[in-house]
């Protein structure tokens, strides 16, 4: 399987916990659906892409969990209101129109993310021969993010080489990797969490959940499956 791997960086990231509720929590790594949305954004895409053109395509995730704070934003939910094209002298000391107030919402944002990614999309070879083409020519439709518009994150590409499929039994896996698809052997040396993360969404914006392991260090823990790939030094699960 053709794979394409490259390192997904910036200054500050965050992916909104679909549990969040007034204060905006932040998932540690990039769920399936958010790396999609960085692929659709690089190809320019439309947003329904994502469960349509993009639904088969595979993605795996490494790399440390991110240091994280809270960071405070000013969140309108209508924008000011419009003043009037023409002031005649006599209005000139009316009173403008009333804005609303901006809230204050807190965000937990992650510091300094930087996560290696793998993408295989082998139903659609002359689009992912596209997307290698411009993430090594750094050349993107619209600029990639780490989550939120705002937060402006690099691409780099890194390798295209093939993913090979291991055999059943144990393996040392980096990354997230699928509850369902892994059975976790106990080591002391290792702290592997268990989280709900998004992985796929349909054309209506409903979005279904899966649980995955994680190592927060991104260190390689052993499991037992079914479903590992190698590429290159790295061995894990698409999500």
């Known amino acids: ?27 540690p790594m990039p769920p399936r659906t958010a790396v999609l949305g960085l692929l659709g954004a690089i190809l ?5 892409a994502l469960a349509v053109d993009l639904a088969e395509t ?25 003043l009037s094209r023409e002031v005649k002298r006599t209005q000139r000391g009316a009173e403008r129109p009333t804005q609303e107030k901006a809230t204050l919402l807190n965000q937990e944002w992650l510091l300094a993310p930087r996560y290696r990614v793998h993408v295989a999309w082998p139903d659609q070879p002359d689009r992912f021969d596209e997307l290698a083409g411009r993430i090594r020519d750094r050349r993107w439709h619209f600029t990639p993010c780490m989550g939120l518009s705002e937060l402006l994150c690099d691409v780099e590409f890194i390798s295209r080489q093939h993913a090979v499929a291991l055999p059943v039994g144990r393996h040392l896996v980096q990354g997230i990797c699928s509850a ?21 969404v349909s054309a209506e914006r409903v979005f279904q959940h899966a649980s995955y392991y994680l190592e927060h260090r991104g260190q390689p823990f052993p499991v037992d499956t079914q479903a590992a790939w190698r590429v290159g030094n790295w061995t894990g699960l698409f999500l």
């Open 58 to 82: 595979r993605v795996a995730v490494s790399g440390p969990m991110p240091r994280r704070f809270w960071h405070r934003v000013k969140i309108r939910k209508h924008p000011p209101a419009a």
């Open 44 to 48: 320019g895409l439309e947003k329904d």
């Open 180 to 200: 369902s698809e892994v059975r976790v052997l106990a080591e002391e040396e290792v702290a592997v969490h268990l989280m709900r993360m998004p992985r796929h």
């Open 1 to 27: 399987m053709d794979t394409l791997s490259f390192d997904w960086s910036a200054k500050y990231g965050h992916f909104l916990r679909a549990e969040a509720t007034v204060n905006a929590l932040s998932y």
